[in-house]
C-alpha cells in the first residue's frame, strides 16, 4: 500500500530541513529517526518510509543548497524558522587551559610513512590555529623512529611541509626524532641509573604472562651496574632482535596491564631510510619513550592527542614524575572516520599503490591531502571545516559531503561554467548552419565565453536516451529544436526564443561542439570519458563547473585533450 500523500509530505519536509540545515544532502538514518518521531503511525512501514527518503534524497544531488532553503520556506516556512532560531553550538576552537600569549608551544607529530590525510589534517590545522591564537610557537616532528613496521618514506617529509605550505602554515620548527638518538640515549641512561629503568631478556610471550599476572620480571630486580652493563651490550651489538627491551620501571600490580613496566627501547637491525641514519643505531626507542622526551626538549605546554591514546600520557607521565619534569597540558579528542572511505591504513594503501590499484597518494579514490588537492578542494574549505569540527571527545563519523559543502561556498563564486557532455552522442541539426555560441562565463558575471560549432553537436547518452521523436528541447545558450529521429540522432532548428521555450515547457540541456575537447575525467567513483568546449583549455590548474554534471580540476591539457580531476556535485 503506497504512502499518504500526508505522509510523503511530512517526509519530504523533514528531509528538506536535514539538508539545510548541515547543507549537504542527508543520511537516509537520520532523517528517518525524525519522521519516526514524528509520526509514530508509520514505525511499521519503514521500508516505504526509507524508500520515500531515498527518492527525495536523490533528487536533492541534482539542485544546489540555495534551491534547498528557497524550497522548504515555500513548503514549510515553520521548519526554516527553526533552523535559524535553534542556534547551533558554538563552533570553533575554545581557549587552551593554563595558556599564556607568547608562551604556547605545540607540535604534530606525524609518522612519515605516507602523506597527511583528511583525518591528520585536524591535527595540522587545529595544533596551528592554536599556536596562532596564542602567538606561540608551533613545531613539526616527524616521529620516525620505526623502521620496521611503520617505515618511513623519504619523500613524505617533503610531502608534508608541502603540504603545511598549501594550508598557509609554515612550521616555526621542524624535527626528525631520527636525528636526536644520543639525547634518548641519555635519558635512558639517567634512568637505569636512577633504578628507574632495566633491561628485560623474557620474550614477550613470558613477559605478557608474568604481568598479567601481576609478576614482576625476573631480571626487575637486577642492579643497577648490571642493568648498565647489559644496555651498553645492546648498544654495541651484543644481542639480537627480541633478546633484549629496555623497561620503565611502573607499579607491576597497577590495576591497568597497560601501564605495567613498558617497553622503551627494542633492538632492531633494520636500516633506516634516511642515508644520513642508514645502520648507525640498532636500539631504537619506542613511541611512548620518544615522545616524552621530545616534549620535554621542545618545551611542549600542550598536546592534543586521540582519546584512545590516553594511556600513552599515563605511562609518559612515569618519566616526567621520575626526572621531575612537568608534564604538558594534554586534551584529547575522539576519533574521526570517513564513511565514504571506510578503514584505509597508510600500510595498506602503500601495497595497494604498489600493486597498481591506485596511481598513486593522489589517486581521486584516496583521502590523502594529495588528493584533495588535485580535485580542486580549497584549503581555506578544509581548514574551516575541521576549525569548526572543533575538540571533543566525542567520535565523529563525517560525511565527505559535509566538507563538500564548505567547499562549494568557496568554488561556486569563482568557478566559470564550462559545457562537458559525458559519453557524447551527436545530434545532428537541419536548419542551422553553426556559428559563434555566446554563454556567460558565470550566472553572476557578465564576461562571456565563445563556442565555436557547426552544425552538428553532442549531448549526454543519458539527455539522448531520454529523447523522443516529436520531442522540443532547447539546447542551452544555443537555440530550440525538435527531435527528428532517434537513430541517427537528428533534429530540426525551430528558433532561439525563450518564449518558445516557456510555451512549449521545454526542457533544457547542455552540449559541446561535435569537434570539441576530449575530456577524461578521474573521480572517486570512476572515470568520465567525453566531449567539451574549446575554452576549457584555458583553464589548466582551476577549478570549473561542467554545467550539470559537476565541480573539476582542470589537471593537464595537452594540445585537444584534457585531463580533470571531479571534485564534487
Known amino acids: 500500500m503506497a504512502l499518504d500523500p500526508q505522509d510523503l509530505e511530512i517526509i519530504e519536509k523533514y528531509t528538506l530541513q536535514n539538508a539545510v540545515k548541515y547543507e549537504a544532502v542527508p543520511q537516509e538514518k537520520a532523517v528517518l529517526g525524525k519522521v519516526m518521531g514524528i509520526a509514530p503511525h508509520l514505525r511499521n512501514r519503514v521500508l516505504e518510509v526509507t524508500e520515500a527518503i ?15 532553503r528557497q524550497k522548504l520556506g515555500e513548503t514549510a516556512p515553520d521548519l526554516l524558522e527553526e533552523i535559524s532560531a ?110 628507574h629503568a632495566y633491561v628485560c631478556f623474557c620474550d614477550g610471550e613470558t613477559f605478557k604472562s608474568l604481568k598479567d599476572e601481576k609478576q614482576a620480571c625476573p631480571h626487575r630486580g637486577a642492579a643497577c651496574e648490571e642493568n648498565m652493563k647489559h644496555w651498553k651490550k645492546m648498544l654495541a651489538g651484543g644481542y639480537e632482535e627480541r ?89 584529547h579528542w575522539g576519533r574521526v572516520s570517513i564513511e565514504e572511505f571506510g578503514k584505509l591504513s597508510t600500510s595498506g594503501i602503500r601495497r595497494d599503490i604498489e600493486a597498481g590499484v591506485y596511481t598513486g597518494w593522489d589517486d581521486p579514490r584516496l583521502p590523502t591531502i594529495r588528493a584533495l588537492r588535485r580535485r580542486g578542494i580549497q584549503p581555506e574549505a578544509l581548514k574551516k571545516f575541521m576549525i569548526e569540527m572543533g575538540i571533543g ?46 554563454a556567460p562565463l558565470h550566472p553572476g558575471q557578465s564576461e562571456m565565453r565563445e563556442i565555436k560549432t557547426g552544425s552538428t553537436v553532442v549531448v549526454t547518452s543519458e539527455d539522448a536516451f531520454a529523447l523522443q521523436e516529436g520531442s522540443k528541447i532547447r539546447l542551452k545558450d544555443l537555440g530550440n529544436v525538435e527531435i527528428t529521429s532517434l537513430s541517427p ?21 547542455h552540449w559541446a561542439p561535435a569537434d570539441g575537447v576530449k575530456v577524461t575525467v578521474f573521480g572517486p567513483q570512476g572515470h568520465y570519458y567525453g566531449i567539451g568546449e574549446h575554452q576549457i583549455t584555458k583553464e589548466q590548474d582551476k ?15 595537452n594540445g585537444d585533450e584534457v585531463t580533470a580531476y571531479f571534485a564534487h556535485k
Open 54 to 68: 531515498r527518492e527525495i534524497t536523490g533528487s536533492l544531488n541534482k539542485t544546489t543548497p540555495e534551491e534547498w
Open 86 to 195: 535553534k542556534r547551533e553550538p558554538e563552533k570553533g576552537l575554545k581557549e587552551l587551559p593554563n595558556a599564556e600569549k607568547g608562551k604556547v608551544i605545540m607540535r604534530f607529530a606525524p609518522n612519515p610513512n605516507g602523506p597527511p590525510t583528511v583525518g591528520s589534517s585536524r591535527g595540522m590545522i587545529v595544533n596551528s590555529e592554536y599556536v596562532k591564537m596564542y602567538g606561540g610557537q608551533f613545531v613539526l616532528r616527524f616521529d620516525d623512529t620505526d623502521p620496521d613496521q611503520k617505515r618511513p618514506m623519504l619523500e613524505a617529509y617533503d610531502w608534508y611541509v608541502d603540504d603545511f605550505k598549501w594550508l598557509g602554515v609554515t612550521p616555526d620548527l621542524t624535527v626528525k626524532a631520527s636525528d636526536r638518538f644520543d639525547a634518548y640515549y641519555e635519558i635512558a641512561e639517567k634512568l637505569i641509573d636512577m633504578g
Open 243 to 331: 633478546e633484549a627491551v629496555l623497561r620503565i620501571k611502573t607499579d607491576i600490580r597497577h590495576k591497568d596491564p597497560a601501564l605495567r613496566d613498558w617497553g622503551a627501547f627494542r633492538i632492531l637491525k633494520k636500516e633506516h631510510p634516511r642515508p644520513e641514519i642508514g645502520s648507525r643505531y640498532i636500539v631504537w626507542p619506542l613511541l611512548d619513550f620518544e615522545g616524552a622526551v621530545e616534549d620535554y626538549l621542545l618545551k611542549t605546554t600542550h598536546i592534543i592527542r586521540g582519546k584512545d591514546l590516553q594511556d600513552s600520557g599515563k605511562r609518559q607521565k612515569y618519566i616526567y614524575d621520575y626526572l621531575g619534569w612537568t608534564y604538558p597540558v594534554t586534551l
Open 393 to 438: 571527545e566525542t567520535d565523529v563519523s563525517m560525511s565527505m559531503e559535509s566538507l563538500y559543502a564548505e567547499n562549494r561556498k568557496f568554488v561556486d563564486p569563482l568557478a566559470h561554467r564550462m559545457f562537458f557532455a559525458a559519453n557524447p552522442v551527436e545530434l545532428s541539426i537541419d536548419g542551422y548552419e553553426g556559428g559563434i555560441v555566446k
Open 489 to 509: 540522432l537528428k533534429a530540426k532548428y525551430i528558433d532561439n526564443s525563450m518564449d518558445t521555450v516557456k510555451k512549449e515547457k521545454m526542457k533544457i540541456i
Open 543 to 557: 577549478v570549473v563547473q561542467f554545467e550539470r554534471f559537476g565541480f573539476c580540476r582542470i589537471d593537464a591539457v
